[in-house]
């Protein structure tokens, strides 16, 4: 079994027909997609397509660049914390978020995660 430790199966929600083909090819070539998500929206997103493939572990996280997006309100996401099987998609990113008045906020979340 080959296994995609960073995959973002919701993204082909995006274009038509491609969602299926790549699920069928994770089934024939057994590939494990271990699904990562940005955002509360892209994580039920995930759950969904994992329901339609044993392939795929959704992963649940807040990308650090919507962190400012969750940090006030970290209690609408935490039951999302105890039902997910895994975590993907958070740190700190300092180079392509540019805005230092949003470092705090990806800080917030980060410990969030880890407590």
Do not use: W
């Not at 994992?50 to 392939?55: D, E, G």
């Not at 992963?59 to 993907?88: K, R, T």
């Amino acid at each position: 079994m080959i296994i995609d430790s960073h995959f973002h199966t919701n993204v082909y929600l995006e274009y038509e027909n491609t969602l299926e083909k790549a699920l069928q090819i994770a089934a024939d070539k057994k590939i494990l997609l271990i699904s990562n998500s940005v955002h509360e929206k892209s994580y039920y997103q995930t759950l969904n397509i994992a329901r339609l493939s044993a392939n795929v572990i959704p992963c649940f996280g807040i990308h650090p660049m919507v962190a400012h997006e969750y940090s006030d309100h970290l209690s609408s996401i935490n039951s999302l914390f105890s039902e997910a099987v895994a975590f993907g998609e958070i740190g700190l990113d300092h180079l392509y978020v540019k805005d230092k008045s949003q470092y705090p906020s990806q800080y917030t979340i980060l410990e969030h995660f880890f407590k």
